[in-house]
Every structure is written in structure tokens, then in C-alpha cells.
């Protein structure tokens, strides 16, 4: 038995600049922290010979070209295992559509069993090069890079996105001081709304490809808040931090009109009035996880106990991508 697990993560600054039909013209830049809530795939082989894949759903079939999960039978197909009796089966500590890059996570997490499975050793730069050849090229989902590359590598990294698609990736220059301050400062909360991130991503991804001039002015700008943020947490200056992340969540509403709602605006003014120094939503909007930074966390927390909004108390992971156990 194979068990791995790759970390979900937090964008902290330039989210949105990792879609090729931006970063191909104008360079990308994204500023992520992976958490320790984690997605972990089980692989082992069993005795008949037909491929088992647990999700959601069940599916038995006898070929990969049967399995109907597509990163599942993408994956198989990357990266075939002799074996042809196979149980898969996925686990996740948050569920999917809450905009902490489950999908990226999950794909990572998948790799790394079949490569394990096959006693292959996999680069974590490979590994994500793989993950998004797969969502991306593949699948054609309309998504960036920086979850999967994220899911690999872990920590909180900066990941600059070349024209030519290559990525460069750079752990954060902070000092333990502030890496602590930063994490007992940040709040996840629950919005209750689950969504898939396509629509919105599709409708970015679209704009920017036809040349919407204000769509592109706005992920220029959006991606001179990702520096400015990674100046500020090397700096130590979790204030100004904040006052990006506050400048953010207000620019990205422009993205769509799905991007929020009254019941989530709501919840941010509240969070603001209590405390919050600034926030946003993570991912790619619409619902899922309200991040939010507070010097004052226990008064905030009640405010939003009392708003009946479920806090996921959360610490950065370091490690990203990992076998669990091989047995």
C-alpha cells in the first residue's frame, strides 16, 4: 500500500497573474502558503484485474480509457503502472470548491503515488510540470499554475511565471519572528458557499485572451500587489501586509459578478468592524474560505462564532508533496 499527501494552500499575493493567457504575454507573479490541511491519495494493488477508483463516486473498470474521472485516466495515461488491478481511492481534509487548490493538490498527490508505484524518483519541479500539463494542456481547464506548483514544493514561495512557460520558483526571505506573527494573525473561516472555480476562471481566462484592456490593467495591477506583499512579509511589516490584502479582495471583485455576494460582503465588513485589519477570499472567489488578518483574534473569533461561521484553524507546511507510508 502507497499513501501520499500534498498540502492545500493560501495565495497570499498575485493570484490569477499563473493563467497562461496572461503570464504568456506579461510574466506572472504569485506569492502562495501551503497549510497544513492536506489532500492524500491511497494506491494498492489488489487481486482482480480491473482499476477501482474511490472519489466521490465508485468506478470499476477493466481499461484507464474506461475510468470517467479525467485527472485519474490523464494521469494513468502520463504515468502507466505495470499493475493492472489497482485501487485508488482520495481523501481530502477540506472539501473541493472552497478555493484552496484541492484540484492541484489532488493531482500532485496522485503523481507522487504512481511514481512511488513504479519506484520512480520525480523532481518536485517535474512533479508540477506534469500536474499542470495534465489540468491544463490536457484537460484544458481554464486554471493557473501556482496550485500545483505549490502542492509540491510547499512552504511560503514566490513563483514567478515566464512567458515561455518555465517557473521559477523562490522560498520567502522571512524571519521567524514574522512567519509566526503571520500565522497566529491569520484567520480561515468558512463562508458556508462551495463553488467551482471554472466559470470564473473561464471568464478571466477569456477576457484576457481577447484583449480586454481593463481586464489586462487590472492583472498588471494585481500582480504589483503580489511584489508589494512579498516586500512587506520580508520586510516584517504585517500592517501594510493587511492593507494589500484589503486593496486586493476590493480589486478583485472587478474580476466578476460572481465573485462574491451580499451574504459575503456582509461577512467582511463584520469581520472589519471586529478587528480585521484586512482580507479577501481565497482562490478563485465565489464562495469557499474568508482569510482574514487581525492582531485581536479572540475578538474576532467570537464575532464570527456568533455570525455562525465555522473557523479551520490552520499552520503552514514546509514539507509540500509526501510519501506517507509504503508498505
Known amino acids: 500500500m502507497i499513501i501520499t499527501r ?17 503570464y504568456r504575454e506579461h510574466g506572472g507573479f504569485v506569492l502562495s502558503a501551503a497549510i497544513d490541511k492536506f489532500v492524500y491519495i491511497t494506491l494498492h494493488e489488489t487481486f482482480e484485474p480491473e482499476f477501482i ?15 470517467k474521472h479525467p485527472i485519474i485516466r490523464e494521469a494513468l495515461k502520463l504515468v502507466p503502472v505495470e499493475a493492472p488491478h489497482l485501487e485508488i481511492v482520495s481523501h481530502s481534509d477540506i472539501p473541493a470548491g472552497t478555493g484552496l487548490g484541492s484540484s492541484g493538490s489532488f493531482t500532485i498527490a496522485l503523481l507522487r503515488a504512481l511514481h512511488t508505484q513504479n519506484k520512480e524518483f520525480v523532481p518536485r519541479q517535474v512533479l508540477a510540470e506534469q500536474a499542470c500539463h495534465i489540468e491544463i494542456d490536457l484537460l ?3 486554471v493557473g499554475k501556482q496550485d500545483q ?4 514544493y510547499g512552504g511560503i514561495t514566490a513563483f ?15 524571519s521567524p519572528e514574522t512567519l509566526y506573527n503571520l500565522e497566529d494573525n491569520l484567520l480561515l473561516v468558512f463562508t458556508g458557499f462551495t463553488r467551482s472555480a471554472s466559470a470564473i476562471l473561464a471568464e478571466q481566462d477569456s ?3 481577447e484583449g480586454d484592456a481593463a481586464m489586462i490593467d487590472h492583472l498588471h495591477h494585481i500582480k504589483r500587489l503580489g511584489y508589494e506583499s512579498k516586500d512587506a512579509l520580508e520586510r516584517g511589516d504585517l500592517h501594510r501586509f493587511a492593507a494589500i490584502m484589503h486593496e486586493h479582495w476590493e480589486l478583485k471583485k472587478f474580476r466578476s459578478k460572481s465573485m462574491s455576494n451580499s451574504n459575503i460582503d456582509e461577512y467582511y465588513q463584520l469581520a472589519r468592524a471586529s478587528g480585521a485589519l484586512g482580507g479577501k477570499l481565497i482562490g478563485a ?11 485581536d483574534k479572540t475578538r474576532l473569533r467570537h464575532v464570527l462564532r456568533e455570525a455562525r461561521l465555522r473557523e479551520v484553524r490552520m499552520h503552514f507546511d514546509f514539507e509540500g508533496t509526501a510519501l506517507v507510508t509504503r508498505s
Open 53 to 67: 477508483v474511490k472519489y466521490s463516486k465508485t468506478e470499476r473498470v477493466r481499461t484507464v480509457d474506461e475510468i
Open 160 to 174: 514567478d511565471f515566464q512567458r515561455d512557460g518555465s517557473v521559477g520558483v523562490r522560498p520567502l526571505q522571512i
Open 285 to 295: 472567489g465565489g464562495g469557499g474560505f474568508l482569510m482574514l488578518y487581525t492582531e
Open 140 to 142: 484544458g481547464e481554464p
Open 207 to 209: 477576457r484576457t485572451r
Open 6 to 22: 500534498s498540502p492545500l494552500r493560501i495565495s497570499l499575493g498575485g493570484g490569477g497573474t499563473d493563467l497562461p493567457s496572461y
Open 149 to 152: 506548483y505549490i502542492a509540491s
